[in-house]
T-cell receptor, first 109, second 113 residues
Framework: DAKTTQPPSMDCAEGRAANLPCNHSTISGNEYVYWYRQIHSQGPQYIIHGLKNNETNEMASLIITEDRKSSTLILPHATLRDTAVYYCISMNRDDKIIFGKGTRLHILP | NAGVTQTPKFQVLKTGQSMTLQCAQDMNHEYMSWYRQDPGMGLRLIHYSVGAGITDQGEVPNGYNVSRSTTEDFPLRLLSAAPSQTSVYFC????????????FGPGTRLTVL
């Protein structure tokens, strides 16, 4: 089963791009990388997911390295409302989603 | 669509009491799951279901039962509540597991005294 590792916390200045890294060195070929966030103990919110190509949507961009061992979530223009815990998760072969510990992102005014 | 709904929002139980946390979704999703989140921790999977009549265990299933008689509903039962089950419980659903996003409910805050 793929495991993910993320830094426990990060700071980013408001208006700048926030780049959140995730390592998933044991990910297998058919496993996806998902990103969610959780704002102040609300239910987690889906952000984006990808398999091997870079992805972009209205919330963020996901950059996956060619060897698929790591990825970066990019929030292009961070606002105070982006302060949250960001989870990088991967699908294992038994179809159970296992959340990592997440990165607590602080957006600084 | 109401999305994923959970009831109750808050609950206080005494040790040994039983109760059922309700979860419903109106998106015709096949996959539903229950997570718990302890203070300062990430989410841990309790049980999940890939369709009506099919359930399976997650990381921390002990002390919890589930059933899935309809596509819409996925209740979580605590047969004999323990203080260690004090947590926030989230229900989630999706169309299929891979390649799709999961929709989470607002959570149920449970305290067991």
């Amino acid at each position: 089963d793929a495991k993910t590792t993320q830094p426990p916390s990060m700071d980013c200045a408001e208006g700048r791009a926030a780049n959140l890294p995730c390592n998933h060195s044991t990910i297998s070929g058919n496993e996806y990388v998902y990103w969610y966030r959780q704002i102040h103990s609300q239910g987690p919110q889906y952000i984006i997911h990808g398999l091997k190509n870079n992805e972009t949507n209205e919330m963020a961009s996901l950059i996956i390295t060619e060897d698929r061992k790591s990825s970066t979530l990019i929030l292009p223009h961070a606002t105070l409302r982006d302060t949250a815990v960001y989870y990088c998760i991967s699908m294992n072969r038994d179809d159970k989603i296992i959340f990592g510990k997440g990165t607590r992102l602080h957006i600084l005014p | 669509n109401a999305g994923v709904t959970q009831t109750p929002k808050f609950q206080v139980l005494k040790t040994g009491q039983s109760m059922t946390l309700q979860c419903a979704q109106d998106m015709n999703h096949e996959y539903m799951s229950w997570y718990r989140q302890d203070p300062g921790m990430g989410l841990r999977l309790i049980h999940y279901s890939v369709g009506a009549g099919i359930t399976d265990q997650g990381e921390v299933p002990n002390g919890y039962n589930v059933s899935r008689s309809t596509t819409e509903d996925f209740p979580l039962r605590l047969l004999s509540a323990a203080p260690s089950q004090t947590s926030v419980y989230f229900c989630a659903s999706s169309y299929v597991l891979k390649g799709n996003e999961q929709f989470f409910g607002p959570g149920t805050r449970l305290t067991v005294l």
